[in-house]
């Protein structure tokens, strides 16, 4: 049996800032991941991530990120996108300190 | 120290005007990433896991105060008020701003300093003993010839598209403290007679498939530098596996031909390189030269030092650690360690960044030298002058008295920052450094050097730590692998793995076991660490972090 398709968002890094950038349902590029579309289909998946790397101009490195939906939005199962959402661990810099 | 020609003013002028224009091209939507990435790479911008990274070079680790405080004034201006000082001897921004870094660049200019060739696969930033020049056991300064090789690599054509990056250090000392076993050549000031030559080392290489260096040529004479250097270059750019970006660096090169092979093929393309050369670059290397005069040292009595290590035992703790005998009587080598136990290993903030600009000014000739142990040093200090300067360091956070001791970890910035990491490195650097604090055994341990990486490529240099520390994802859990018994000097090693990692939470305990098996096991005081190991082998350590009921309860 094929495994079931874990749930996804899209993600990259803004172009100016560098900042770690979700897409929303909406098309926007968010900061926080809690308000980033999940995407439970893989073909939907895919075409989110073609549209979204054509937007070149907006942000860099596109691409999908596991997430498991959870009472506050998307979850991160791993912890590369724990500190992608949060910041260093070093400093109080970063999304951590802008919420 | 050297100082810009017109010609490296114009040059450099024209390279920031280029990638000014390149940023410009970028916003507009003009180049795309792909066409954008190699040019920003090659001006030493990276895009890291939270925002871009400069990596601004410091040739051979040497500042003047003036550009220490120019990095003072871009971590202020242009990032959060820090920087990070690497294993390489450059400066790493961590939060600039795309937009930013063309003024960060030209700022950078001012004061003599760029980020070219600091990424890419083109030869990188030349490093050296930063005790170059004040070293007592040195027979040459390493940096004229660090710079004559930095001029020579800076934009050299044949060379900007190599199979992969390319590192050279230099050392004028034939105790290594610039690791040249471990790059892809390692020169070696030598003396044979009279005349002053080069030693070769080639093949050297941390990460993947780490490797000690091996000798190519015994004694390259001063007007042959640059040819043979430029040879072993060359060889490898046309042998080097391109196919494979694992197998490119030119340590894979020299395993597979075999390095009697590799000097078959650098003496014949040196017939070649050398009748290129119209000896140009010996006058250059004069000029160069005479810019490196030894500072106009004093003589002066220091009896405030001898009254001051007397009566203060803060001051004799610092002065027992961080000093090391210079070449002129009265003077001594002072590291200033940025590793304060808990901090970030290689941080300083803008303001400290001024204070030790501001302590070379009135105490150190005006120079600075950053180690590749993330440290900085001020090499020409008068003994006299020490207490006075121990003062101003103590009111900045700047006079830890741990040189050489367990708390000062070389570390890469690690899955902090860094977008290649499989797991995090400051923050076991920081636990590690706070535990033994906290134990106040440091000083009965003495000298252990502990290196941590958080990946595979071995920036944090863990191959060569007396313990190593790799991080790596394991399943999805950061995961810590330990090597034993590595060397970075002239007898530099590779550790031994001891067996399965430990979790982010064991490793700070697993590291405690080592040492205490060490302190159990040594034959005195005196025996280092890396001598016990020598002597008593994997064995008690393996039993000390595996076998031991603290470990079973970690396996449970
Ligand atoms: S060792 Fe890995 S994690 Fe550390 S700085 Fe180098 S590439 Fe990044």
Not at chain 2, 275 to 288: C, R, V, Y
Not at chain 2, 405 to 434: F, N
Request: proline residues 5%.
């Amino acid at each position: 049996m094929p495994k079931p398709f874990a749930p996804k968002v899209v993600t990259a890094n803004a172009l100016i800032e560098g900042d770690v950038v979700y897409l929303a349902a909406d098309d926007a590029w968010v900061r926080d991941l809690a308000q980033a579309e999940i995407l439970t289909d893989e073909a939907v998946a895919q075409v989110r991530l073609l549209e979204a790397s054509a937007r070149a101009h907006e942000a860099v490195g596109v691409y999908l990120a596991d997430v498991a939906p959870g009472t506050t939005g998307p979850q991160p199962t791993h912890f590369r996108e724990d500190f992608r959402r949060r910041g260093p661990s070093n400093y109080y810099h970063g999304k951590q300190a802008s919420r | 120290m050297y100082r810009y020609t017109d010609f490296d003013t114009a040059f450099l002028a024209e390279r920031n005007r280029q990638f000014r224009a390149q940023v410009e091209r970028r916003i507009s939507g003009a180049l795309t990433e792909d066409e954008f990435k190699p040019l920003r790479l090659m001006n030493g911008l990276y895009l890291q896991l939270h925002a871009y990274m400069l990596r601004v070079a410091i040739p051979y680790g040497t500042l003047s105060s003036a550009q220490m405080r120019q990095l003072a004034l871009l971590a202020e201006k242009w990032d959060k008020g820090y920087g990070h000082f690497t294993t390489r001897q450059n400066i790493q921004y961590n939060w600039p701003k795309l937009t930013d870094v063309p003024d960060m660049l030209d700022a950078l200019a001012e004061v003599g300093l760029h980020a070219i060739q600091t990424s890419g696969n083109t030869i990188r930033n030349v490093t050296a003993d930063h005790f170059a020049g004040a070293a007592a056991d040195e027979v040459a300064d390493p940096r004229p010839v660090a710079e004559l090789l930095r001029q020579w690599s800076t934009d050299h054509p044949e060379f900007q598209f190599l199979p992969r990056k390319f590192k050279i250090a230099v050392t004028g000392a034939p105790n290594d403290r610039a690791v040249i076993k471990a790059h892809d050549i390692g020169i070696e000031v030598v003396r044979r007679g009279d005349e002053i030559g080069y030693r070769i080392l080639v093949g050297g290489g941390l990460g993947r498939t780490p490797m000690i260096g091996k000798e190519i040529a015994a004694f390259v004479p001063q007007a042959d530098l640059l040819p043979y250097v430029e040879a072993v270059v060359s060889v490898w750019n046309l042998l080097g596996r391109r196919d494979n970006k694992y197998k490119a660096r030119i340590k894979i090169t020299v395993h597979e031909h075999g390095i009697d092979e590799i000097r078959r093929l650098v003496e014949d393309r040196f017939v070649e390189t050398r009748a290129a050369f119209n000896g140009a670059d010996l006058e250059i290397f004069d000029h160069i030269r005479a810019q490196f005069a030894p500072p106009a040292f004093r003589n002066a009595p220091d009896d405030v030092y001898d009254a001051a290590y007397a009566t203060d035992p803060v001051f004799r703790a610092w002065a027992d650690t961080n000093l090391t005998a210079h070449k002129v009587p009265g003077y001594a080598i002072a590291q200033i360690s940025l590793k304060a136990h808990g901090e970030t290993p290689g941080d300083a903030s803008a303001e400290q960044m001024r204070v030790l600009a501001d302590l070379a000014e009135r105490f150190g000739h005006d120079e600075l030298r950053i180690s590749h142990e993330q440290n900085v040093v001020l090499p020409h200090v008068h003994r006299s002058d020490l207490p006075k300067m121990h003062k101003i360091l103590k009111a900045h956070g700047l006079a830890t008295a741990n040189i050489g001791r367990i708390s000062d970890i070389i570390a890469c910035p690690g899955m902090d920052y860094c977008a290649l990491a499989t797991a995090r490195s400051i923050p076991i650097a920081q636990k590690i450094a706070t535990r033994f604090d906290e134990l106040k055994t440091e000083a009965d341990i003495g000298e252990l050097k502990i290196k941590i990486s958080g990946c595979i490529n071995a920036c944090g240099h863990h191959h060569v730590g007396h313990i190593g520390i790799l991080g790596l994802d394991r399943g999805g859990v950061e995961t810590y692998q330990i090597t034993l018994g590595g060397d970075a000097t002239q007898d530099a090693a590779l550790g031994d793995r001891t067996g399965p990692g430990f979790s982010y939470e064991d490793i700070v305990p697993a590291i405690e076991r080592i040492v205490g098996a060490y302190l159990e096991q040594r034959e005195s005081p005196e025996e280092t660490f890396l001598q016990a190991y020598r002597r008593l082998g994997m064995a008690p350590f393996k039993a000390a972090l595996y076998d031991t009921a603290d470990a079973q309860s970690e396996a449970a």
